[in-house]
């Protein structure tokens, strides 16, 4: 189902699915418990573009705790629960805008009604979760291995489970580490479902073997026009996972806003720090969302002038110094140490 077919649903003060914009999520890596630390961290990704962030529930204080984070913070908070069905209550009671479950580890039919029977009563969202690694026995025996047929046929069978116990305010989510595995499983799905889906590669890796193998697992699926919620996970702080869905979505055309930063590879012509510089310029642009223009940051005088005469404003390094290029005109020289500034400055004070 594309997303602008999928059902709505509504995640606290956010509505996913039914062609809304993809929302981004991440995870806290805090201990729930202590709730100072998780709310510092949930506002630092929220100040980055986190949409829905999902807090680990493995005991009844984290459950207890989400009460106090609730009310620090402005976006929706998810309820990650394996196991106890006690803590998915508990979890709901104390404000969770959505759940995260699998019911095949939550134990007895009777312990998912107890969980549903929550949910329906306060109109909560139940993310029904199953990883490739996850999947049952009689799954794997009727596929002879994990495949994305055994992936889909298991989320499927949870989301009846369910559904059976008259309620369908659900959101599906199906990952993968293997990245073609996972982009198959999705398509899949999609074909047979209308609930909203949550879209990611699990278990990626670090930063950069994880955003490589995000970003064609996301890029492939997310083109199809599959996928309403979506998480790059990485071995790595929370924050750079926000980035690299911005970035994706953005590359994808899915969102707009927000500054893109080109700059050029080195070479031996290169007498500036140009990795230093393009990687201060690209953090310092997240504080200008408001700005949906092209940075430009070049190296030398090759190729530099005239590439960031196409961006919006750009620098362009020298010996020792570099130019200021705004709209295709020079705006002045400056020494090395001062360009990021300048840079910063011109878009504090930004006007077309």
């Known amino acids: 189902m594309f997303r602008d077919q999928t059902k709505e649903v509504k995640i606290g003060n956010k509505v996913i699915g039914a062609g809304n914009p993809i929302m981004i999520q991440s995870m806290t890596n805090t201990k729930t418990e202590d709730v100072e630390a998780t709310v510092a961290q949930i506002k630092e990704l929220e100040a980055a573009g986190c949409d829905i962030i999902r807090c680990a529930v493995p005991t009844m204080e984290a459950a207890e705790a989400l009460a106090k984070i609730k009310e620090q913070i402005n976006i929706p908070l998810v309820a990650d629960i394996h196991f106890d069905y006690k803590l998915a209550i508990a979890a709901m009671e104390n404000g969770a805008d959505k759940i995260r479950i699998n019911p095949g580890n939550i134990g007895s039919i009777e312990n998912v009604k107890a969980v549903v029977d929550v949910a329906k009563e306060k109109n909560i969202p139940i993310r029904v979760g199953v990883n490739s690694g996850s999947l049952e026995k009689p799954i794997l025996e009727k596929y002879g291995k994990v495949t994305a047929e055994g992936i889909v046929e298991s989320a499927l069978d949870k989301v009846k489970i369910i559904e059976d116990l008259g309620y369908d305010n659900l959101v599906i989510s199906i990952k993968s580490s293997d990245v073609m595995m996972c982009v198959k499983a999705h398509e899949l799905i999609a074909e047979k479902t209308n ?68 700059s050029c590879p080195t070479c031996g012509r290169t007498e500036i720090d140009l990795i230093g510089l393009a990687n201060k310029v690209e953090n310092m642009v997240t504080k200008y969302d408001n700005l949906n223009i092209k940075v430009a940051v070049m190296g030398c005088v090759v190729n530099g002038p005239g590439e960031a005469r196409e961006a919006d404003i750009g620098i362009a390094g020298g010996k020792g110094e570099g130019l200021l290029i705004k709209k295709g005109e020079i705006i002045k020289k400056v020494p090395e140490e001062e360009l990021v500034n300048v840079l910063e400055e011109e878009l504090k004070n930004w006007s077309e």
Do not use: C, F, W
């Open 195 to 262: 609930h909203p889906l949550h879209v990611g590669i699990t278990e990626s890796g670090t930063i950069t073997s994880g955003n490589i193998k995000s970003s064609i697992g996301l890029g492939l699926i997310l083109n199809q026009g599959i996928g309403d919620t979506i998480r790059v996970s990485l071995t790595g702080e929370p924050l750079e996972e926000i980035k690299s869905a911005k970035l994706i979505l953005k590359t994808l055309g899915l969102r707009s806003g927000g500054i893109s930063v080109v």
